[in-house]
């Protein structure tokens, strides 16, 4: 099955990209989403230092009647957020498209990464122009087999890595914090992100991993 990367660009009309787009510097990262015709929920972690602040602002607009906040800490909030304008989320359910959490939504874009069918991506497509919801095709490939080149282990905490901003220059994040994020030691995090690292890097620069065939889709 077709492995696709879109980026997308939620209207302005939509609260979080409204909000996103206000705090540049905030990363609001969906825990957990799902929707119908007439509402949607979502458990969003809030990253950034005017959290509080943006849990306010979220709580003021006219689309979102519910937000609740299980904890709050050091620059990060974790909210429940409930809105009747679901565009987003009821579009994906529409075009069949599983929704694959967490994702990441920064300055009104987010980067969504599915496998799915060919005729279920060519749906998403449509589901979106529907909505007038803009996209990009960052990427297409065919018959990928991500999960033989590295372990459920490797791949969870290398995309943890990814999202706290490891490979971030600079970094948003040390080993220390992001070993203690999710509850192992700093010597067994360094090891599995080393294995994983080369495991990647030996693919890109010899090809010896599974065989893939890219297709390269030019930006709208």
């Not at 990262?29 to 969003?44: D, E, F, M, S």
């Not at 279920?120 to 065919?142: F, K, N, P």
């Not at 067994?188 to 890219?214: F, M, N, W």
Request: glycine fraction near 4%; include cysteine.
């Amino acid at each position: 099955m077709p492995y696709a990367k879109l980026t997308i660009t939620i209207p302005e009309s939509v609260w979080i990209s409204d909000v996103s787009r206000s705090h540049p510097e905030t990363r609001f990262r969906v825990l957990a989403a799902t929707a119908n015709a007439a509402t949607g929920v979502a458990r969003i972690e809030i990253v950034g230092p005017d959290h509080e602040t943006i849990c306010e602002q979220i709580e003021s607009y006219d689309s979102v009647p519910d937000l609740t906040v299980f904890e709050t800490g050091d620059e990060r909030s974790l909210v429940q957020v409930e809105t009747t304008v679901p565009i987003l989320l009821t579009s994906l359910q529409t075009a069949g498209v599983p929704l694959e959490v967490p994702f990441t939504v920064r300055e009104g874009q987010l980067t969504l990464e599915v496998t799915i069918p060919q005729d279920t991506l060519s749906q998403l497509g449509a589901a979106l122009d529907r909505v007038d919801i803009s996209y990009t095709v960052e990427r297409i490939q065919q018959d990928v087999e991500r999960e033989t080149l590295l372990t459920d282990r490797q791949q969870c905490l290398l995309d943890e890595a990814i999202e706290r901003g490891y490979y971030d220059t600079p970094r948003r994040t040390t080993l220390v914090d992001l070993a203690s994020a999710v509850g192992i030691s700093k010597s067994t995090c360094s090891e599995i992100l080393h294995r994983a690292e080369e495991r990647v890097l030996k693919e890109y620069r010899t090809g010896d991993g599974p065989a893939q065939q890219s297709i390269p889709v030019p930006s709208d």
